[in-house]
Nanobody, 122 residues
Framework: QVQLVESGGGLVQAGDSLRLSCAASGRTLSTYVVGWFRQATGKEREFVAWIRADSGSTNYAESLKGRFTVSRDNAKNTAYLQMNSLKPEDTALYYC???????????????WGQGTQVTVSS
């Protein structure tokens, strides 16, 4: 199994940037697709982005393209989500997840972190 721990969340103002990290332990992250999801209070969990194991291929939620960038450093067993030009509607609990194949469906991911809160004030 792989254990995932997110970090980097916080309270920021609209227009600010944040970089979230997803650190893996237990097994190497290099063989897994890493997905990012978010869940706002009272809403369903929403796909944000995924990145394949070789970092050569990424996919984003259409509404987030151009503002969010997913990356990974397999040597550090860590994945990242760079979020720019943050908006109040980006406020949510952000999760990373790992899976053997790429999908935007949260229910198909095998491993999950506990989440990190991002709050964007207007």
């Amino acid at each position: 199994q792989v254990q995932l721990v997110e970090s980097g969340g916080g309270l920021v103002q609209a227009g600010d940037s944040l970089r979230l990290s997803c650190a893996a332990s237990g097994r190497t992250l290099s063989t897994y697709v890493v997905g990012w999801f978010r869940q706002a209070t009272g809403k369903e969990r929403e796909f944000v982005a995924w990145i394949r194991a070789d970092s050569g291929s990424t996919n984003y939620a259409e509404s987030l393209k151009g503002r969010f960038t997913v990356s990974r450093d397999n040597a550090k067993n860590t994945a990242y989500l760079q979020m720019n030009s943050l908006k109040p509607e980006d406020t949510a609990l952000y999760y990373c997840a790992a899976n053997l194949y790429a999908t935007s469906q949260a229910r198909l991911y095998a491993y999950w972190g506990q989440g990190t809160q991002v709050t964007v004030s207007s």
